[in-house]
Structure formats: C-alpha cells, structure tokens
C-alpha cells in the first residue's frame, strides 16, 4: 500500500567549539500555535524563546511555530499544534457468521414496508461514488463547487475532474444505502448526492469535510438532499461547543438535514466516540454483528464500535451528551467494490463468491445502514430531523444487557419506528455562541499538502511541502496554482455566522474571497508507523479493531479505512 510519510520537523544539532567536540544531543522540539494580540507579537516572543516561526497564523492573532521543550513564552498563549487524524472513513471487514448472505435488511425492518410517497436524496461526504452495479443512475448530476457547471459530484478531493471512487469506500457505503442487484441496499429507490473528499491515497483535511458539509446545505433545497452521511471523523477531544466540526454539522441538522454520523471504529475502551459524532444533534451509529440471522436477539456489539459516555452535564452547564444513539449491523456486510479502486489492489480477494461484490465491517457500514434507514421513513412520513430521532429512538429493538454508552437505544428498526409516536420528544441545547478555530478539530494525524515526492522534500519545509495545520485550511489560494500563500486561512467568524446558499457559496466566503477549489491531499501514516523528529520511521501503536483474525486481514491504513475480503 502507497504512504506518503509526514515530517513533524527535524531537530538539528549546532556544532560548537573544535571540530574534535562532541556535538551536543539535538533538542527536541514542539510544534505549537502561539498567539497574543498579533502574528507580529508572538512572531518576535517566539524568536526570543529560541523557536522557530513556520508560519503566520493572522486570523488568530498568532503563529505556528517550532519552540524548544523547555521553552516558556510568558504572556501568550501556546496550545500543542497536534497532527491530524481524519478518521474520514473508518471501516474494516469480518467474516461475521461467515456467510456471504446480508441480512441486516431483514433485522432492521427495511423489507414488507407500505409504498412509498416519494424518493428520499442522500448526500455521501466520502472518497466518491463509481458507477458500478447500477449506482450510476441513482447519483444525481451536481453543481461543480469551483464552476457551478453540472458534475456528476461536488469533488473537493486532490483528483480534479474525477468523480470515481478510486478508493472504494464510498462506492460500497453507497450499494449498503441504495444498491439494487444481487445485494440490495436498504433503500434501493432512493437517491444519492456524491460529495468527494478524497482521492486513492484516502486522506482529507478537516477544513476539505467542513466545505463539504457547508456545499450539502447550500444546495439542499436545490437537489432535494434528505439525509447526511457522514461515515467519518477525528478523534479531537476539543469541547463540542466550541468545535467547527460540530457548528458545521449543527448547521446541517437545523437546516433540515437529518446528520447520521459514525460512531468510530475506536473501541472497544469507553470515551472512544469521533467527533462530529459527539455532538448533542446528530444521530450517532455504532455496530453490532448480526450473526447471520435476522434477528436481533442474538446481536453483539462490534469490539470495534466506539462507546461513550461523551459528557455528562453540571449544574453549571447542565447540557448532558451520550453516546452512541443507535446501532445496528456492521459486521460482515456484503457490498459493491470498484475495479481498479485501492481496495481492491490491497485486500485479499474477496471472498464472497460473487463478481463486483465485497464484504466490509465498521461504524461506516453500520452509519450507512441507518442512512438507508432514515431515507425509507422519510418516504413514508413527514419527520423533522428531531422527530426521525426520536422515531429511530422509540422503533429500536432495545439490548437490555448492554449498557447504552455502547447499543443507545438499541438496533434500528425502521418498521417500529414507522409507528412510533414523536411527540414531546426534545433535543439538548449545545448553546454553541462561539467556536474556536480550526485546528482544535484535527485529532492525531496530519495531512500535507501538494504532492512531495520524495523524504526528502517533505522534511524541507522550502520544498513546497506544507502541513496543514493551526488555521490553514485545504482549499488553495488560486486554481491549480502553488503560489505564497499555499494555502488560504480559515475565517472561523464567516464560516460560523454567514449564510449558507448557492450565491454565497461561489465567492468563497471563508477563505478570504478565493474560490473554492480542492488542493492535493495525500495520505499520512494511518497505522503502522509514523514519521518522528529525530528523522527516523518509530513504530505506532494500531486501534484494538483489526487485531482479531474475526475482523480480516489487517492492512496498512486499516485503523480509519479497515480490512477488507
């Protein structure tokens, strides 16, 4: 499997004295945001520290800078620049019962429904959706985010003017939600809206799903967008309150939009749900394996699926969060694969029996699962997003032996739920006044930007190689072209107050001005190893999902993207 390494920064060692002198040990250095009351103030505080300024950060008053481990900078406020893990698209594979067979239709009520009144839309946020097994006719022709020209998806990934799934992850979420043929998804009449983050290499910056999110309300009412599936995720720990991530899709939900949301594949240790899936709103799906029968009593959680609790409130702050809402099956589920696509190149074969199918297991699965779900109802009943969760809340089969901060309120069944009575159901008020910048919402990875080529070029911070941290975001300054500065900042106040429609969208009004466009993302050390500053490759620690030989063959990236057969 391709990687492309990321460099945190190499210390160097000053040689002093005769050359006969030993050079002292290099001192490790911390990458860190500073910011007072300007760049140029905390510019000059970290020179004094002995630091060393990357970059100016002027939306936050501030810098992103290389300082000392011992080095203090009094007067200002210094927060870790952590590396970004987008979870983006967390899944894995298992055998499940063993069996090629799906039946998570069954269990979850999708099947022997009443008609339905009209066609449900569902919006991917993911790595694309090819046109294969019939998928194709189902996806509906876009507004280009950069020209406003039709496309067959809003691609904000590094593979401009290609909407194919050159991943595969997509593609098979998409077959779970809407697929017909051998495998049905669960709603083969409904729709879907393509919205591509990333390429084959996987990887996709913070900033590059906030766009996407913020493009999926702005066209809603235009392409009839029901529901939101958002099969991703960072493990940021940063409060909900104040978290962009979360204001995005806190926008989508009271803009109508129903948010189904992965719980993570990080478990099986409780305080293991990704953002956004912490947030109080949107509807948080975790998995359980099905056993190959189509009922739910013999249902296990997933050892993969992440577990609250999230928050529990105080008097002072009584907002309490928790965490999963819903499962349901993601284990062993059988689904379309794309020729060609990564997941393919890299995964055993497959071992379905049955051409242009694949089995896969994760939150992802199961979140597209509830998607298909919630797209049914909404064919058959005239729900707001708050009533479709209290609906999928009341028709779930509940399991009594598991705590909620694992089930919720329990597997997903969209028959009960068409019954369930909604009234009096109320939401928690995340009270979300104002929100941080951007980089609090990275988790523990980072992305680069522009293709680097080489080591060497990604240690050398003039080689054109940059990271995409503090308040930079992945969206470039001008189309096509690596010009200072390479990448546009993030504008939290435009981004969390301005409005959100198709005339906004084209003068790209969080990165000062610029048009949208999508820069090249390439992949980060996902598992197995990451790149240290003492220049050298150190072992990483992978997730518990995809170390049990129930759960496949671990490959390298299987820690957000799983292991596939």
């Given at each position: 499997?391709r990687?492309?390494l990321f460099a945190?920064g190499?210390?160097?060692a000053?040689?002093t004295g005769?050359?006969?002198?030993?050079?002292?040990a290099?001192?490790?250095?911390?990458?860190?945001?500073?910011q007072?009351?300007s760049?140029?103030?905390?510019a000059t505080?970290?020179q004094r520290a002995g630091?060393e300024v990357l970059?100016?950060?002027d939306?936050?008053?501030?810098?992103?800078?290389?300082?000392?481990?011992?080095a203090?900078?009094p007067g200002?406020t210094?927060?870790?620049d952590?590396p970004?893990?987008p979870?983006?698209?967390?899944t894995?594979?298992?055998g499940g019962s063993?069996?090629a067979g799906?039946v998570?239709?069954?269990?979850?009520?999708?099947?022997?429904l009443p008609?339905?009144?009209?066609?449900s839309?569902?919006?991917?946020i993911?790595t694309?959706?090819s046109d294969?097994g019939?998928?194709?006719?189902?996806t509906?022709t876009v507004?280009?985010?950069?020209t406003?020209?039709?496309?067959p998806?809003?691609?904000f990934s590094?593979?401009a003017?290609?909407?194919?799934?050159n991943?595969?992850h997509g593609t098979?979420?998409?077959?779970l939600?809407?697929g017909g043929?051998?495998?049905p998804?669960?709603d083969?009449?409904?729709?879907?809206?393509?919205?591509?983050?990333?390429?084959?290499?996987?990887?996709?910056?913070t900033?590059s799903v906030?766009?996407?999110?913020?493009?999926?309300?702005?066209?809603?009412?235009?392409?009839?967008?029901?529901v939101l599936?958002?099969s991703?995720?960072?493990?940021?720990?940063?409060?909900?309150?104040?978290?962009?991530?979360n204001r995005a899709v806190e926008?989508?939900?009271?803009a109508?939009?129903?948010?189904v949301v992965a719980?993570?594949?990080?478990?099986p240790?409780q305080?293991?749900?990704?953002?956004?899936?912490?947030?109080?709103?949107?509807?948080?799906?975790g998995?359980?394996?099905d056993q190959?029968?189509s009922?739910a009593?013999?249902?296990t959680?997933?050892p993969?699926?992440?577990?609250?609790?999230?928050r529990e409130g105080?008097?002072?702050d009584?907002?309490t969060v928790r965490?999963?809402?819903?499962?349901a099956?993601g284990?062993?589920?059988v689904?379309?694969?794309v020729?060609g696509?990564?997941i393919?190149?890299?995964a055993p074969?497959?071992?379905?029996?049955v051409?242009?199918y694949?089995r896969?297991?994760?939150t992802?699965?199961a979140?597209a699962?509830v998607?298909?779900?919630?797209?049914?109802l909404?064919e058959?009943?005239t729900?707001?997003?708050?009533e479709?969760?209290?609906?999928?809340?009341?028709g779930?089969h509940?399991?009594?032996?598991?705590?909620?901060?694992s089930v919720g309120?329990?597997?997903v069944d969209v028959a009960d739920?068409?019954?369930?009575?909604?009234?009096?159901?109320a939401?928690?008020?995340p009270?979300q006044?104002?929100?941080d910048?951007l980089?609090?919402?990275r988790g523990?990875e980072q992305?680069?930007?522009?293709?680097?080529?080489?080591?060497r070029a990604?240690l050398?911070?003039d080689?054109?190689c940059?990271?995409?941290?503090?308040?930079?975001?992945a969206?470039?300054?001008?189309?096509g072209?690596?010009a200072q500065?390479y990448?546009?900042?993030f504008?939290?106040?435009?981004?969390?107050?301005?409005t959100?429609d198709g005339?906004?969208?084209?003068a790209g009004?969080?990165v000062?001005g610029?048009?949208w466009y999508g820069?090249s993302?390439y992949?980060q050390?996902?598992?197995?190893q990451s790149?240290?500053?003492?220049?050298s490759?150190q072992?990483?620690?992978?997730?518990?999902?995809g170390?049990?030989?129930?759960f496949?063959?671990?490959?390298?990236?299987?820690?957000w993207y799983g292991?596939?057969?």
């Open positions: 499997m990687r492309a945190l190499v210390a160097l000053l040689v005769a050359a006969a002198t030993a050079a002292p290099p001192q490790r250095q911390h990458r860190v945001i500073v007072g009351s760049s140029a103030a905390a505080a970290v630091g970059r100016r950060l939306v936050v008053g501030g810098v992103a800078a290389e300082l000392p481990a011992d203090s900078v200002f210094v927060t870790p952590q970004l893990r979870q983006s698209l967390d894995g594979d298992s063993g069996t799906n998570y239709r069954q269990e979850t009520g999708a099947t022997g008609p339905a009144q009209r066609h839309t569902v919006a991917l993911d694309g959706v294969v019939g998928l194709g006719a189902k509906l507004p280009d985010p950069v406003g020209e039709p496309a998806c809003a691609n590094s593979e003017g290609d909407c194919a799934d991943y595969g098979f979420l998409a077959g939600i809407a043929g051998d495998y998804g669960m083969p009449d409904a729709r879907l809206v393509s919205v591509k983050i990333a390429g084959r290499s996987g990887a996709a910056d900033s906030l766009a996407a999110i913020q493009w999926v309300v702005s066209f809603k009412d235009q392409l009839g967008i029901d599936n958002l991703l995720g960072t493990d940021s720990n940063h409060d909900f309150r104040k978290d962009p991530l926008r989508a939900w009271r109508g939009l129903v948010v719980a993570s594949n990080r478990g240790a305080g293991t749900i990704s953002k956004p899936a912490d947030d109080p709103l949107v509807v948080t799906v998995a359980v394996d190959g029968t009922t009593a013999d249902d959680v997933a993969f699926s992440g577990r609250g609790p999230v105080t008097p002072d009584p907002v965490k999963p809402d819903v499962v099956p284990v062993g589920l689904s379309l694969t020729p696509s990564h393919e190149q890299t074969p497959s071992s379905v029996g051409a242009g694949r896969g297991s994760g992802s699965q979140t699962v998607s298909g779900a919630v797209a049914l909404l058959r009943r729900l707001t997003p708050d479709v969760k209290a609906a999928l809340y009341v779930a509940h399991m009594w032996s598991q705590p909620f901060s309120a329990g597997i739920s068409l019954d369930a009575d909604v009234h009096g159901f939401q928690p008020d009270r006044d104002a929100f910048g980089d609090l919402s523990t992305v680069t930007s522009f293709s680097c080529g080489t080591l990604q050398d911070k080689a054109g940059t990271v995409v941290s503090g308040q930079l975001t969206l470039a300054t001008k189309k072209v690596l500065p990448l546009d900042a504008d939290a106040t435009a981004y969390g107050t301005g959100w005339q906004s969208w084209y009004q969080w000062q610029q048009s820069q993302w992949g050390s996902w598992y197995g790149w240290y500053e003492d220049g490759a072992p990483s620690t992978a997730p518990s999902e170390t049990s030989t129930d496949g063959t671990v490959l390298a990236g299987s820690a292991v596939w057969r």
